[in-house]
């Protein structure tokens, strides 16, 4: 791949980001309470931290909303999606080999 098709991808990649973010951001907070984002709390329940972090990423004004209301009404499954995270986290850099000085 050259590197000016790399740059072309990256700048695409990055432009469609920005986007959704905006979008998200633009959002209200009456809107954000809208999201039918119960399906966070199955996605803990079920174990699949990887669509639940996807979710986040996707909504991060809905997610705000939704981790907020957890820390007020629901710790225990707030603590699991924390407990979870850092699950996978520490499985991920168990598989990663550590870098070697040339």
């Known amino acids: 791949m050259s590197i000016g098709r790399l740059h072309d991808i990256l700048t695409a990649s990055i432009a469609q980001v920005h986007a959704e973010d905006v979008v998200d951001t633009e959002r209200t907070f009456a809107e954000a309470l809208e999201d039918d984002l119960s399906g966070l709390s199955e996605l803990v329940l079920k174990g699949q931290a990887d669509k639940f972090r996807t979710q986040v990423q996707k909504k991060h004004l809905s997610a705000n909303v939704t981790l907020h209301d ?8 707030l603590t699991s999606v924390c407990r979870r995270e850092e699950l ?7 598989m990663l080999e550590p870098v ?3």
Do not use: S
């Not at 957890?70 to 499954?77: E, G, L, P």
């Open 100 to 102: 070697k000085d040339h």
């Open 88 to 94: 996978q986290v520490a499985t991920v850099g168990d």
């Open 70 to 77: 957890m820390a007020k009404c629901d710790r225990i499954t």
